[in-house]
Structure formats: structure tokens, C-alpha cells
């Protein structure tokens, strides 16, 4: 889906709908603007079923302040306004009430978004911001304020987050999205202990890697694509499936998540660079042959460390790296991952190895070569999660399994319980059966 030929009220409409139904606000709750070239800022009317907006509903606020649309806006608008006002480098406003995000809010703290590199890739520093009563302005002087600091995002004292984005509100909703993961994983890793950033040179060098990646491309070679076979086309669409099944359990977000599978020997498909998971197609997956690109196309930035672990392991036929809530958790704190909880989750991913940054951005090679089938399961410090399997369904089974695993302990350590796993005689016992 290509947001930029998308109206500025469809979009509104589309987003709002997409927040409601990620129960990150509530009916009535949230609101969204955007900019237009003419300086038209179009905002989400109040007291409307966010799930229901048509594009007649949305309001616009003409350059000269007045209002025009069949309803009043956002009780907030003038929030929206001055941000757009005040930040021209800012084309898109969201403003909404995700349960993460509010506690943060209600405990007068910001996440902290260095503990995982995409968040904070995403949206920098957060700024909080201090308490207004909704409506006033006063709280209109207190949000603008933080904005004022140069953020791309301000958590409200006692009330929600605002949000802003220089291309559109679909890029405001990918920041959004990612920011509420975020704080979900932090709210969670502090039952498991002590959250951790990495070192700061790491993260700078990780940072550096990346962006010369998606600047300068992850292959500098490319061919010509013009004959698709029986098998790519099968796992093109396989891949689709799972890229959404993966948004829709909350596996995936939007702009975080990459799944791969291999066609034949040095020949794969991968997710595309910046590109929505929730709405990917077959034609956006980028092939791989040889170390060369699909002409056209931009492939996953971690498209080379899918390739490296092919290379080694010819058994592995397809490779995810995500960050979903529970088992990101790890990826932020030093605590071991249990896989032995129950004989599905020791039989699915075996053992689970530790991967600081460091070693992410220094020995890729070395994990590459340590991973197979037989550690088909790693934890990547300070990014999420790595899974391996035969297929894409296997692989998409190994990230749902440790997702579930995960989130059984985090049910005992909130209900004050303690997890009997798997002993080694049991686990033995186990492998002597497979």
C-alpha cells in the first residue's frame, strides 16, 4: 500500500480505525491531524465511533484558523494546530491512549527507548510532558511545550502520548505502533528484572551499520526479474500470509519484523525494506541470487545475516527476526529464558542462546555458524528475537511458541508463582523419544 496517494481524510479514517481495533484507544478516545500542501490541516471530529469515520466526518482547519465540516473537531485540535504550526518539519499529529503508554503516563515516566534499537530508531527521546486538563490551554501550552524541545513524541502526565511524523499519519502510526510495543516489553521486563541498554559506542556503531544499509542498500549488484517460478510463487505467498498473520497476533509490528525463506541454494525471498507488514503482497517480497537484488526493489536491512545463516545451515529453510511483547522482554534484561516449561516448548526450540550487540555487529558470522536447526532460537540483546525453521510454517510455529512460552511465565511471576520446569531427566527422556 502506497499511503502517499492516499487523501488526507481517508487516511484519518483508516489509521483511527487501525488504533481501535489494535485496542490502543478506546471509542471515543484519540484523535489524528494532517497538513496538506496548502497549509489545510485536517483533523478527526469529536465524540465519533472511531471505528465507523467516514471521510464526510473529518474536519478541516483552513489556513486562516477557520472550520470548516459537518462536525466540531477534536476537542484537542488546538493541540494539533500549534504542533503543525510551531514544527514545520511535521506533517501528521496522533494522539491516543494505548494501556502501556498510559501507565507510563500515570507513573510520570517516559519509555526507555534505547533499550531497543527500533523504538528509538522510530522516535528518538521521548519528552514528558505536564499535566493539563483535556480541552484547555493549558494543556495546549504544556504539549507544545515539549515539542518545542525539538521530540518526535511526549508522553502526557495522567494521559496519553501525542506523536508526530514528517512524511504522513500511516508513518505516525508505524512510530506509534512501535512505541507501544515498546512499552509493553519495558512494563514486562521489569518483572523479569533490571532492564539494560546497550553500551552506547554499540548502539552508535549498530545505528551507523544500518543507516549506511538503508542509504546505500544492502546489495550494490542487481538483476533483472522476470520469470517467476512455481516455487517462488508459492513461497511468495506463503510469506504474505504469515507477514500478516504475524501483525494480526501481535507478533509483528507494522515496521518491525522480517520473515525469509529459500528458494533453492543461495536463492531467497525476504520482506521489503520499510514497508507495512500488515498490508505486504507478493510482488513486494525482494529476491535474493547469489548476493545479487531483484532490480527495483529494496530488501529487509538484515537481508545479509538471512543469507549467512543459508549459506551454513542448507537444512534451515526459513529465518523471522521480530519483537513481540513477552519474549522481547529477554532481549532487555539479563534473565534466562526457560524452554524447557512444558515438552511442546523444549521440542520446539530446543535451547535458546544469548546474543549481545556487540556480537551482533562484530561476529555475525559466528552466529550464523552456531545457529541450525538444533538452536533454532536465539535472543538478540537490545532488538528481540531469531527463529529458524525447515519451513516458513515452522519457523512462523517456533515464533509462536516462544511468544506463548513467554508469556506463561510472565502469568506465573504476576501471579506470585513459581515455574517447575522441565528437569534434564524429563528433557532426556524426551530427546531419547524424537
Not at 49 to 75: F, W, Y
Not at 389 to 417: Q, W, Y
Request: hydrophobic share 40%; proline share 5%.
Amino acid at each position: 500500500m502506497n499511503s502517499r496517494v492516499l487523501h488526507p481524510a481517508d487516511q484519518i479514517c483508516t489509521i483511527l480505525r487501525r488504533i481501535y481495533d489494535g485496542d490502543m484507544t478506546t471509542l471515543t478516545g484519540g484523535n489524528l491531524s494532517m497538513r496538506d500542501e496548502e497549509g489545510v490541516v485536517w483533523v478527526s471530529p469529536t465524540g465519533i465511533d472511531k471505528s465507523a469515520l467516514t471521510r464526510e466526518d473529518i474536519v478541516r482547519i483552513m489556513p486562516d484558523g477557520s472550520i470548516e465540516g459537518k462536525h466540531r473537531p477534536t476537542s484537542e485540535y488546538r493541540i494539533h494546530w500549534q504542533i503543525l504550526m510551531r514544527r514545520p518539519d511535521l506533517k501528521a499529529i496522533l494522539h491516543a491512549h494505548p494501556p502501556a503508554l498510559v501507565t507510563m503516563s500515570a507513573t510520570h515516566e517516559v519509555p526507555k527507548t534505547k533499550m531497543l534499537y527500533q523504538t528509538y530508531a522510530a522516535v528518538g527521546l521521548p519528552e514528558l510532558a505536564e499535566y493539563g486538563f483535556p480541552g484547555t490551554l493549558k494543556l495546549v501550552e504544556c504539549v507544545t511545550a515539549a515539542f518545542d524541545k525539538g521530540c518526535k513524541a511526549a508522553i502526557l502526565k495522567n494521559h496519553g502520548v501525542f506523536l508526530g511524523s514528517n512524511i504522513d499519519l500511516y508513518d505516525a502510526f508505524i512510530n506509534f505502533e512501535q512505541l507501544d510495543f515498546h512499552a509493553r516489553i519495558e512494563l514486562f521486563s521489569g518483572i523479569l528484572g533490571e532492564g539494560k541498554e546497550p553500551e552506547q559506542q554499540e548502539m552508535e556503531k549498530f545505528q551507523k551499520e544500518l543507516k549506511t544499509r538503508m542509504e546505500k542498500g544492502v546489495f550494490q549488484s542487481f538483476f533483472p526479474h522476470d520469470h517467476y517460478g512455481t516455487r517462488e510463487l508459492e513461497l511468495r505467498r506463503e510469506l504474505k500470509e504469515f507477514a500478516r498473520r504475524a501483525c494480526r497476533k501481535r507478533l509483528f509490528t507494522g515496521g518491525f519484523g522480517t520473515i525469509s525463506a529459500k528458494i533453492s541454494e543461495d536463492e531467497f525471498l525476504i520482506s521489503p525494506l520499510k514497508k507495512d507488514n500488515a498490508f505486504l503482497a507478493e510482488e513486494d517480497f525482494v529476491l535474493i541470487r547469489k548476493g545479487e537484488c531483484e532490480e527495483g526493489k529494496h530488501p529487509d536491512m538484515f537481508a545479509e545475516h538471512h543469507r549467512d545463516i543459508y549459506r551454513k545451515h542448507p537444512d534451515i529453510g526459513s529465518i523471522i527476526m521480530a519483537a513481540p511483547v513477552y519474549a522481547s522482554a529477554y532481549a532487555m534484561t539479563d534473565r534466562e529464558y526457560e524452554v524447557g516449561v512444558i515438552p511442546e516448548s523444549y521440542g520446539v526450540l530446543r535451547d535458546c542462546r544469548r546474543v549481545p550487540m556487540a556480537e551482533i555487529n562484530n561476529n555475525w558470522a559466528r552466529i550464523a555458524e552456531e545457529s541450525g536447526m538444533e538452536h533454532p532460537f536465539c535472543i538478540l540483546e537490545n532488538l528481540g528475537v531469531l527463529v529458524m525453521g525447515a519451513t516458513p510454517l515452522m519457523a512462523f510455529d517456533k515464533l509462536e511458541v516462544a511468544e506463548s512460552t513467554a508469556m506463561t511465565i510472565h502469568m506465573a511471576c504476576t501471579g506470585h508463582r513459581k515455574i517447575k520446569a522441565m528437569t534434564e531427566a524429563m528433557k532426556k527422556e524426551q530427546d531419547e523419544q524424537n
